[in-house]
Nanobody, 124 residues
Framework: QVQLVESGGGLVQAGGSLRLSCAGS????????MGWFRRTPGKEREFVAA????????DYADSVKGRFTIYRDDGMNMVYLQMNSLKPEDTAVYYC?????????????????WGQGTQVTVSS
């Protein structure tokens, strides 16, 4: 099975940038749809971005479109989330997730495997 570990979170001022990394171990996730979600206290996981298997298409939440970019490097078993123009509302724990069979990439239920999360805090 695939295991996922996120990294790259931290504290950044509004307007700054961070790049989150999701490292896969175990079996390659070439055939998985990959997504990023985030969660703030008291809220459900919120869809952020997804890239389908083979990197053929991407999807973004309206709140991050134009600011965030998801991309994958299947050869290195890595998925990234480049976050630019960060806003305080982006503050959350960010989770990487992999979906082997789920097709609705904006829905958390589609994902089978989740990382432990990495904290992103945007100050204002």
């Amino acid at each position: 099975q695939v295991q996922l570990v996120e990294s790259g979170g931290g504290l950044v001022q509004a307007g700054g940038s961070l790049r989150l990394s999701c490292a896969g171990s175990g079996r390659t996730f070439t055939m998985y749809n990959m997504g990023w979600f985030r969660r703030t206290p008291g809220k459900e996981r919120e869809f952020v971005a997804a890239v389908r298997r083979n990197g053929e298409s991407t999807d973004y939440a309206d709140s991050v479109k134009g600011r965030f970019t998801i991309y994958r490097d299947d050869g290195m078993n890595m998925v990234y989330l480049q976050m630019n123009s960060l806003k305080p509302e982006d503050t959350a724990v960010y989770y990487c997730a992999a979906a082997r069979f789920g097709q609705v990439v904006s829905t958390a239920r589609s994902y089978d495997i989740w990382g432990q999360g990495t904290q992103v805090t945007v100050s204002s």
